[in-house]
């Protein structure tokens, strides 16, 4: 299995501001996704990041609110912009190989927004 | 428009009895599941998953059961241990689609008492 882990652990940030989270994958990996798991909710997912291409967004996700960056098959990084309280929530990244059985989950990132 | 519902929250059970977790789902077009469990600070572990072609899947002490008509699962623990403590998420897949998008439940927290 591979070993995710993402930057920072946690965050308290000011409404108004970005933060950008790192996820680092110690392998190569096909597919790379970023979730959202608000208080109390279940995940869901934001987008999937495409290496070299621009990441591909859910229903009710945009680029400009959530820009996403792969620049490698083991990197990624997931920007949250001009943050409100609503977004307070965990963020997880995942991966997949070949194989939809077998996605695996970063630590997260707890973020609290003021 | 919840696709995977996990209608209990919470579920307690004493060490060495069975645990038994349901979810339920409403899309048809869903031909994979799995169940994820996650500690508190840590990103979900996959536990383990079944095909819509089959109706069992065993893995030491832990079962999955699908329901295809019901369009129903569960996931049994057999016997339950303290360190079985976590919150389980099911998910659902269609592997026709175009990526690996998981769809979650809200989760349930099981808590094996000693």
């Known amino acids: 299995s591979a070993v995710i882990s993402q930057k920072p652990s946690r965050d308290i940030c000011q409404r108004g501001t970005s933060l950008t989270i790192q996820c680092q994958v110690d392998s190569q990996v096909t597919m790379m996704f970023w979730y959202r798991q608000q208080p109390g909710q279940s995940l869901t997912l934001i987008a999937t990041a495409n290496q070299g291409s621009e990441a591909t967004y859910e229903s009710g996700f945009v680029i400009d609110k959530f820009p996403i960056s792969r620049p490698n098959l083991t990197f990624s990084t997931l920007t949250v912009s001009n943050m409100s309280p609503e977004d307070s929530s965990i963020y997880l990244c995942?991966?997949?190989?070949?194989?939809?059985?077998?996605?695996?989950f970063g630590p997260g990132t707890r973020l609290t927004v003021l | 428009d919840q696709q995977v519902k996990q209608n209990s929250p919470s579920l307690s059970v004493q060490e060495g009895r069975i645990s038994i977790l349901n979810c339920d789902y409403t899309?048809?077009?869903?031909?994979?599941f799995l169940w994820y469990k996650k500690y508190p600070a840590e990103g979900p572990t996959f536990l383990i998953s079944?095909?819509?072609?089959?109706d069992k899947n065993e893995d030491g002490r832990f079962t999955v059961f699908l329901n295809k008509s019901a369009k129903h699962l569960s996931l049994h623990i057999v016997p339950s241990q303290p360190g079985d403590s976590a919150v389980y998420f099911c998910a659902a897949i269609y592997s026709g689609g175009s990526n690996y998008k998981l769809t979650f439940g809200k989760g349930t927290l099981l808590t094996v008492n000693p």
């Open positions: 079944i095909s819509s072609i089959k």
């Open positions: 995942s991966v997949a190989q070949s194989s939809y059985n077998e996605q695996f």
């Open positions: 899309n048809s077009m869903f031909d994979y």
